[in-house]
């Protein structure tokens, strides 16, 4: 009687661990199954895929951009407004400039790299919240874009080559923003999980006094965060203006929510507790999935913004439960 005990409460514990690592893994897979049965004529199908892959490259993309400054115990609010005035440079850079799309891509990254070197250098230097600091400056980037713009859409002739940055296929079936996302993802967490850099990151994250106590240079990494952001989030943007092939100011705002959202859910799944790689991106999978399954359903247009608000507010709440699980797991140890 007492091994069967034993062999039930193992099997609990096991079963807790398993869902508790891969649930949001899980749920996907479930989602995606209901889905199915309930649409067997429009949801399984390649089409859906597709848009699913190509949609949320961006989101993404943006996610991961948010993880880099997470990581590090800060956020930044300015991605949103950044990845507008991107898609518009990197279009309007072409239409109004005439520059050629290549030197317009170049432009933009450096752009974006000196607002993450803006937001790194008020928060590590001038003190200023990181929440304040890149609100400011995002907001700051928005009268900049609707001040380029002049409030119109910049359209115009745009070089193939620009256009096939999202709208090309790679191996004749696979939309090129996944490759991107596939490429990036994996590239960070190969940094994330097996440099020292990671580990540093980490464990500013955790407790930013003790880091610096054991020579972690917090200002450094800091405002190379922001900086890695900033290009991330500058990239995202080329590839939204490749995909609308238009500039637009009220572009942008909307991929913030999301954004955190993907990031801070994903910290609930694979390594519970922080954001990491692969948890963001089966968020952001999760996501699409649901939406897309609902918007098929009949859902109405304020479905998106519905679901990615209550997903925030307990995506938010499960990572704290995760990160404090965590750290009593780490006390019963010791």
Do not use: C
């Amino acid at each position: 009687m007492s091994q069967t005990k034993q062999s039930s409460a193992r099997l609990k514990f096991n079963l807790s661990q398993i869902f508790g690592t891969y649930g949001l893994l899980i749920l996907s897979i479930l989602f995606a199954v209901i889905f199915s049965i309930l649409l067997p004529r429009t949801f399984p199908t390649a089409l859906t895929v597709r848009a699913i892959l190509n949609d949320r490259a961006t989101i993404a993309l943006l996610s991961l951009s948010a993880l880099i400054v997470i990581a590090i115990g800060e956020f930044d609010l300015s991605l949103g407004y950044m990845v507008g005035i991107s898609h518009i440079l990197a279009v309007g850079l072409q239409v109004r400039q005439e520059w050629p799309w290549g030197l317009a891509v170049v432009a933009v990254l450096l752009v974006g790299a000196l607002v993450g070197l803006v937001n790194g250098l008020l928060v590590h230097v001038a003190k200023i919240s990181s929440f304040i600091a890149t609100l400011g400056v995002g907001t700051t980037i928005y009268g900049l874009a609707q001040w380029y713009t002049e409030g119109h859409q910049i359209v115009g002739k745009l070089a193939p080559e620009f256009v096939a940055l999202n709208g090309a296929d790679v191996l004749g079936a696979i939309p090129a923003p996944t490759v991107y996302v596939a490429i990036i993802a994996t590239a960070m967490w190969l940094v994330f999980e097996f440099l020292p850099i990671g580990r540093h990151m980490y464990a500013l994250g955790s407790n930013a006094r003790a880091a610096e106590l054991v020579g972690i240079p917090r200002g450094a990494y800091t405002i190379g965060a922001f900086v890695a952001s900033g290009l991330l989030t500058a990239f995202a943007g080329i590839l939204l203006g490749s995909r609308f092939q238009v500039g637009q100011a009220n572009i942008g705002p909307e991929f913030l929510l999301p954004s955190f959202v993907g990031a801070l859910l994903g910290a609930t799944t694979v390594k519970p507790g922080r954001v990491n790689i692969w948890g963001t991106i089966i968020a952001v999978i999760l996501l699409a999935i649901g939406i897309s399954g609902i918007q098929q359903l009949g859902g109405a247009f304020y479905i998106e913004p519905l679901f990615n608000g209550l997903t925030l507010i307990i995506a938010v709440g499960l990572a704290g439960y995760a990160g404090r699980r965590r750290m009593r797991a780490k006390a019963a140890e010791k």
